[in-house]
C-alpha cells in the first residue's frame, strides 16, 4: 500500500498533467497499485500489444499505462518509461 506522501504525490503529478498535458512525456514510471480498468475504449488509444499486453496513452493527460491480458493496469507513467518497461516485459 502507500503512504499518504506517495498518494499526494500521485495527486499531485495528475494535477500537473491536466493543466500541462506536454509534461507526460517526461514522466518516469510512476508507483502503481494494479487496478483493473475497463479496457480504455473511450479515452485511451493504444499504442502496442503482444502476448496479451498493451500500452495504451490517454487523450486528455498523454500518460501512458501498460495493461495484462485482463485489463489490469500493472503500470503508468511517461510514454518512454512505460514502452521500455514493456520491451522488457516482452523479452520475459
Do not use: Y
Request: one cysteine or more; hydrophobic letters at 45%.
Amino acid at each position: 500500500m502507500f503512504s499518504s506522501t506517495e498518494i499526494i504525490l500521485i495527486q499531485k503529478a495528475l494535477e500537473l498533467l491536466n493543466k500541462f498535458p506536454d509534461l507526460a512525456d517526461e514522466l518516469p514510471m510512476l508507483p502503481n497499485i494494479n487496478f483493473p480498468t475497463m479496457g480504455g475504449e473511450v479515452f485511451w488509444n493504444d499504442l502496442a500489444e503482444a502476448n496479451g499486453w498493451r500500452v495504451q496513452k490517454n487523450n486528455i493527460t498523454g500518460h501512458c499505462r501498460m495493461l495484462d491480458n485482463e485489463d489490469v493496469r500493472r503500470a503508468w507513467g511517461g510514454e518512454e518509461a512505460i514502452m521500455n518497461f514493456f520491451q522488457k516485459i516482452l523479452k520475459k
